[in-house]
């Protein structure tokens, strides 16, 4: 008998993570706003970088389409924090301010399945915002190519991790603003303090002016810089230079290391850890874990 209920309870689950997923999709498409910040402002960003910012006369011609699809990715990590920062913490702001968590709370869902469906939608939306980037980018000269076939779980994880560590970040803010122009407002501060405080999200190392070495340990600049080492080639023996010094990526080192990875596993284990008891005693209101 304990199977059955178990088992109901987790359909019933289910279903409330599939009606959380739809509904945050469908308000991220619907808000123009937040669809231009993730995908129109990045793009045009990188358009004017390759173009005005950035003077590819200077760029060894070996690097140069893999400097043009560094800037990018970039750019297109930058386009995905705005989506999990903004859209997620908008969405929920909206929801809270309009009282809707209060009949939230009479009802049995589950805070796990709401935090999951949102994210779900706003890790979907992100991915397509940093694609977005990159096949403009292709259509300028970038390339890519994946560094070895057992990159490409490594580019799945990074981006998912980091990802995860905005949404959350986006949840607290939303928890503490209440009101969706100020989440708005908070969220692209954040997004844009994150891309250019940190050398372009790691990818121009020689603009940050901290310790180099951070570039390998802050979420943002750490999941760019691993995402720009799996996913673009570099000749091995560019005129000038080794080959990432070349393309401006060091110092510091690539964070080439499993540890790097580690990190990032490390830092989104918190962050799902803090976002759901957020989300429970915050949002709803409960005192039992699930």
């Not at 739809?22 to 669809?35: Q, S």
């Not at 970039?74 to 301010?97: K, R, S, T």
Request: aromatic share 12%.
């Amino acid at each position: 008998m304990s199977v059955n209920t178990d088992t109901t309870g987790d359909r019933r689950r289910i279903r409330q993570v599939h009606s959380f997923f739809a509904r945050h999709l469908l308000e991220i498409t619907r808000n123009r706003t937040a669809l231009f910040w993730s995908f129109g402002f990045p793009t045009l960003f990188y358009l004017m970088t390759i173009t005005v910012f950035i003077d590819l006369d200077q760029v060894p011609s070996a690097v140069e389409p893999a400097v043009m699809g560094i800037v990018a990715i970039g750019y297109g990590v930058f386009g995905a924090v705005i989506v999990c920062l903004n859209a997620f913490g908008q969405q929920l702001a909206d929801d809270i301010e309009q009282r809707r968590y209060s009949a939230f709370r009479a009802l049995p869902l589950s805070p796990s399945a709401d935090f999951i469906g949102r994210s779900c939608a706003s890790i979907l939306m992100a991915a397509i915002a940093f694609c977005f980037v990159l096949v403009v980018s292709v259509l300028t000269g970038a390339s890519y190519s994946l560094s070895s076939l057992s990159a490409l779980p490594i580019v799945v994880g990074a981006f998912l991790l980091s990802s995860l560590i905005w949404i959350v970040l986006a949840l607290f803010i939303a928890v503490i603003a209440t009101n969706g122009q100020y989440v708005n407002i908070i969220s692209l501060s954040i997004a844009l303090i994150s891309y250019f405080g940190t050398g372009f999200n790691g990818t121009a190392p020689s603009s940050f002016a901290g310790d180099l070495s951070l570039l390998n340990y802050l979420p943002n600049s750490l999941a760019t810089r691993l995402l720009s080492y799996h996913m673009v080639e570099i000749d091995p023996e560019p005129a000038d230079g080794t080959p990432w010094e070349a393309a401006g990526m060091v110092p510091p080192e690539m964070p080439v290391g499993p540890d790097y990875l580690g990190l990032l596993v490390l830092y989104a284990a918190v962050f799902l850890a803090a976002g759901l008891l957020a989300m429970r005693y915050s949002m709803y209101k409960r005192g039992a874990w699930e």
